[in-house]
């Protein structure tokens, strides 16, 4: 089963607002990360936030990570019409730092 | 540096016929892995490993087999294609070592049918 199950599933927005994508997961992490996939292409990762961090940016992204709850999530202000694409977190697992599991994904559609 | 390249980009097989996804990945990364991306269900890890000689199965291992003889290379065998096999595969790859910050790379994939 999968680790991460974003929420939510698709979600369209106008330029210039922002989006917001929640990522819940079941096991103890060492590190949550996103990424973000353009239509047909590889993934690229965003940010990494450990396990003992609570907040994380860079650029228009704001990441948090709340270990009690089990959930991060990712803040793309000020969005912009190229950052439709689709987003996934993926989460090292405690029990294997090897293993990245990764969630099913958000489709986000910026509108011009 | 070109990264994670994988060949074919397409693929179209028969049911029952066996075939190789490539990968190969020029940074010196200790660790690759495959992952299949189907709609709706993200991706989700076949085989890693973790340095020359060392493969180890993920959550959907099933019908494929992998191989580590050399640090660049890592192919993905499918012995007896099915048609579940239709997907999109990723290949990926991190340092363990030195400079780690936790990202995967990925190669572009490898779209495969099975008729």
């Known amino acids: 089963s999968q680790q991460g199950e974003e929420d939510p599933q698709a979600l369209s927005i106008q330029e210039g607002e922002n989006a917001t994508m929640n990522c819940s997961y079941k096991t103890s992490i060492n590190n949550l990360q996103w990424y973000r996939q353009n239509s047909g292409r590889g993934l690229v990762h965003l940010i990494l936030?450990?396990?003992?961090?609570r907040e994380k940016h860079s650029g228009r992204l704001r990441v948090t990570l709340d270990t009690s709850k089990k959930s991060s999530s990712l803040l793309i202000t000020a969005s912009r019409a190229a950052d439709t694409a689709s987003y996934f977190c993926a989460t090292h697992r405690a029990d294997s730092s090897y293993k990245l599991i990764f969630g099913s994904g958000t489709r986000l559609l910026v509108r011009p | 540096n070109a990264g994670v390249t994988q060949t074919p980009k397409f693929q179209v097989l028969k049911t029952g016929q066996s075939m190789t996804l490539q990968c190969a990945q020029d940074?010196?990364?200790?660790?690759m892995s495959w992952y299949r991306q189907d709609p709706g269900m993200g991706l989700r890890l076949i085989h890693y490993s973790v340095g020359a000689g060392i493969t180890d199965q993920g959550e959907v291992p099933n019908g494929y087999n992998v191989s580590r003889s050399t640090t660049e290379d890592f192919p993905l065998r499918l012995l007896s294609a099915a048609p579940s096999q239709t997907s999109v595969y990723f290949c990926a790859s991190i340092p363990l070592s030195g400079t780690n910050t936790g990202e995967l790379f990925f190669g572009e994939g490898s779209r495969l049918t099975v008729l």
């Open positions: 940074m010196n990364h200790e660790y």
């Open positions: 936030i450990r396990s003992n961090e």
